[in-house]
């Protein structure tokens, strides 16, 4: 047996196992849960996108035997396919990865994720904001909620922003991991492509007209078409505040008060998520037309600074 095939098999098991401990209720498996791509980048890093795919496979193999389909449809889905398909987009036929699709897909994955379940629970009540609402209602009826006046108004906000907050949930876990991943076959010599930083990844040009025309949608629809616009528009517009962080990262490289510069974009986005995740979104979108970050760095760190890694 060979290395590749090695890492094929440790990689997808572990990662399986990860997936697996948040299913069966073990000790710190909800922590797990979220590493569980964490091998299979590893993988992809190391030995390829197709040995990633091979550890994808092996991985649905555990998880079918050990946790039934409805485990291993949330493994591929969440965690092997995206890394399979992440990894052989950003690697395929260069010398340097490229983060741009990559980085595009981590909205559009979520988001065909959305409109799957939009058209798998169209005959249902409501659709899938239907099927939310009932969710959320039966879970606040468990922890004691009674029907008063300002309970709707929960549900309903909740169901707004559950698409947005997967949406953030799946871009974290994806991006952390595969930061993690590359750091960690570094370290070891077993990198495969140079390292990237996410911070110099630049969405496609034609990424900005499919996130702005859900929101321009949303503005128009109404009922479950609008909840889909919305949810759509809250969803694509996760890379772009990536991006204008990104910016952010990059044209306060040799400032001074850099670090706190920093610190306050990323506590107004944990505390302010609306207005600061807007903000951020229109820097995002303001990259594609000004080249901010490569005006900058053309611009280099002032006489006597170094710019600091990010």
Known sequence: MNTRMTASLAGGII??????????????????????PLPLYAVAFGWGAAAAGAACGVGALVTIVSGGPAAT??????FGLPAVLFSGLAMRGAATPSLGVPFALL???PAAMLLAAEFALADQPGGLSGALTRVVEEALARMGATPEIGTAELVATVVRIKPLAFAIWFAIVTVA???AAQT????????????VRWSVATLPLWYA???VVPALLAGFAGGEAGFVASSLAMMLAVPLVLQ????????????????????LAYVGLAIFLLP???ALAGLGLAEFVLNLRRRALTRGPRPGQSPPED
């Open 276 to 278: 600061v995740g807007l």
């Open 244 to 263: 204008g962080l990104a910016v952010v990262h990059v044209v306060t490289v040799g400032q001074k008060a850099r670090s706190l510069l920093l610190g």
């Open 15 to 36: 990662s399986a196992l990860f997936a697996l401990a948040a299913v069966r209720g073990l000790p710190f498996g909800g922590v797990l849960f979220w590493l569980a």
């Open 73 to 78: 449809g949330a493994f591929v889905l969440l």
């Open 184 to 195: 960690f076959m570094l370290r070891r010599g077993l990198l495969a492509v140079p390292p």
């Open 209 to 211: 007209p499919v996130a």
């Open 177 to 179: 991991n595969a930061s």
């Open 107 to 109: 909205a559009l994955w």
